[in-house]
């Protein structure tokens, strides 16, 4: 008797695993090829595209154990049901319990699972050069040449031309309730549009003037809350040409709604165009903004008053000063 | 008492709790009451530009706020100034604005405000001259724009100096000190978009954008356009 309940046991197990195997291969590999391409936010930057490889990654992982454990639970409803006959009644309790083989299989699988998950997270934050997420203002993974841009940025001297694989620095700027942006390389224009170039490292500067705000272009899948008095830095690769859509993501106010605006990447030439026209356009308001800062603060009168630099000097920098605050103070 | 009167007791309790944060958190979220709409469509003629007349006013001088600044609209039909910032306009169809300017100015928090954007032209007029960029750190300052941000419309409206502001709604430009400011703009098609000013200029609240940045009828409103 012992040896044919051990036997059914063998074959239930045997033919659970083959049906889980051929659904989970089966299911994965439909995922793969005609959902995963879709999954948002698509592919339109490198950390997009990163985003989406790695929730692909996770789902892939995720459906073999959701599958294991529905198949395990119809298995049971339709094989060991009572009402079967000659099929025994489940043993629970006390006596079902101490299968040592289970419980290691158990605990080993799904540590390796999470374990591994974890790293792979972990690498994918570090290659993806913190995949897109605001890095607060000393960001430990940046693109190479970045530091420079910010630099030269701060002092003025900033370049940017087509082809010449060089990061492109702009400040998002959050105050209730709009978005603008500044490009400190194009003598520090501001405008309420947001064209980014194709096949280009940017770095976005992401502050606010008044409340907390939170800049999230999920197609570019860049998200980065804005601080007033603070420089939130995120990085990400343009490798797609089209529009994307701005949206605050952090309740900010009345018109939190209405708080967004759309974006477009386009070639390099089209937005070395843009850029040079726009900031010949804004040359006389450009003169009278701040001078290009990581952040802005306000003047003697707070709220009504006008808002200056708030000094911090070097990239990434929350201590040098910069100057007067104010203008002829 | 019984324990059927006990739990009657507790359940009209709860139930009076239940409604106060209700009506607390209506309270709150409830960007205030407005009228109404103003009627721009009923007396346009097809294809003809709308004439749109607002003014404003430091503090409106009446009402549940009286302190708090505030546009007003010069009703079409009847020619008087009422406290409405909510419009109904034709779609697709330039309006020709004129706001009267009443209250002082200060230096623009983001002097980007500064910069005449969306209108046609890219450019307006300020006491008959035409400008395109204002800025706000010199002379009298911005006192509130005129900013309709799903269309990249802004309009800075020039501050005033001076004592004698005007502190009791309707203005006369007669008595008081204004700037005229004009400017056109096409209005897309139908559907409801808000507009705003983008001045702090509430003062006494949160970074100066609560209180009458906050409540509809006073700093902001909506264009309901229609086809």
């Known amino acids: 008797m012992a040896e044919e309940n051990s036997t059914d046991t063998d074959s239930h197990f045997r033919r659970i695993t083959i049906i889980w195997l051929v659904l989970s291969v089966v299911l994965d590999l439909l995922y793969w090829f005609l959902v995963g391409p879709h999954v948002p936010p698509g592919r339109m930057t490198s950390t997009a595209r990163a985003d989406q490889f790695d929730f692909n990654v996770l789902f892939v992982v995720a459906l073999p154990v959701l599958i294991g454990i529905w198949e395990f639970m119809l298995y049971s409803v339709f094989t060991w049901r009572s009402k079967r006959a000659g099929v025994p009644e489940p043993v629970g309790g006390p006596t079902a319990a101490g299968n040592k083989r289970a419980e290691v299989s158990w605990i080993v699988i799904t540590s390796v699972v999470v374990l591994l998950l974890a790293a792979f997270g972990t690498v994918s934050v570090i290659t993806g050069k913190g995949s897109g997420g605001g890095e607060v203002p000393n960001p430990l993974w940046s693109p190479s040449g970045s530091v420079k841009a910010e630099t030269a940025a701060l002092a003025g001297t900033g370049t940017w031309a087509p082809n010449t694989n060089a990061v492109l620095p702009v400040q998002v700027i959050g105050q209730q309730w709009k978005w603008t942006y500044r490009y400190p390389t194009f003598g520090g224009f501001e405008s309420s549009q947001l064209i980014l170039p194709d096949n280009t490292n940017i770095e976005f500067n992401v502050t606010s003037l008044d409340v907390i705000h939170s800049f999230w272009a999920y197609q570019l899948e860049v998200k980065a809350d804005a601080n007033p008095e603070e420089n939130n830095v995120a990085f990400t690769k343009t490798e797609q040409l089209g529009s994307f859509v701005v949206r605050c993501s952090e309740l900010c106010g009345i018109w939190h709604g209405a708080m967004f605006n759309y974006g477009k990447v386009v070639s390099q030439t ?60 | 008492m019984s324990m059927g009167g006990r739990l009657a007791g507790v359940l009209g309790l709860f139930l009076v709790a239940v409604g106060l944060v209700v009506w607390g958190v209506a309270t709150l979220i409830t960007p205030g009451v407005s009228g109404g709409l103003v009627n721009f469509t009923h007396t346009q003629a097809a294809g003809q530009p709308v004439n749109l007349t607002v003014e404003t006013v430091g503090s409106i001088g009446y009402g549940a706020h009286p302190t708090w600044v505030s546009y007003l609209t010069k009703d079409p039909h009847t020619g008087k100034y009422v406290h409405e910032t909510s419009w109904e306009l034709p779609a697709n169809t330039v309006v020709d604005m004129t706001v009267y300017q009443y209250d002082s100015g200060s230096p623009l928090r983001n002097q980007q405000w500064g910069q005449v954007e969306g209108t046609i032209g890219d450019d307006a007029t300020l006491n008959g001259k035409d400008f395109t960029t204002y800025d706000s750190n010199t002379g009298t300052g911005v006192g509130h724009t005129f900013a309709i941000p799903a269309l990249n419309l802004i309009v800075p409206l020039v501050g005033v100096g001076g004592n004698n502001i005007c502190g ?32 702090p200029c509430a003062l006494g609240y949160l970074f100066g954008n609560g209180g009458a940045m906050s409540t509809q009828g006073y700093m902001g409103g909506e264009l309901e356009v229609v086809s």
């Open chain 1, 270 to 329: 089209a937005f070395m165009t843009w850029a040079t026209q726009t900031e010949a356009a804004n040359a006389t308001n450009t003169e009278d903004l701040p001078i290009f800062a990581w952040t802005y603060v306000p003047d003697a009168n707070g709220a009504a008053g006008g808002y200056y630099p708030d000094g911090k000097l070097t990239p990434y920098s929350s201590d040098e000063v910069y100057g007067s605050k104010q203008p002829g103070s």
């Open chain 2, 168 to 199: 009791m709604a309707p203005c006369l430009p007669s008595a008081f000190p204004h700037n005229t400011e004009t400017f056109s703009f096409k209005t897309p098609g139908p559907g409801t978009y808000n507009w705003q000013c983008f001045v």
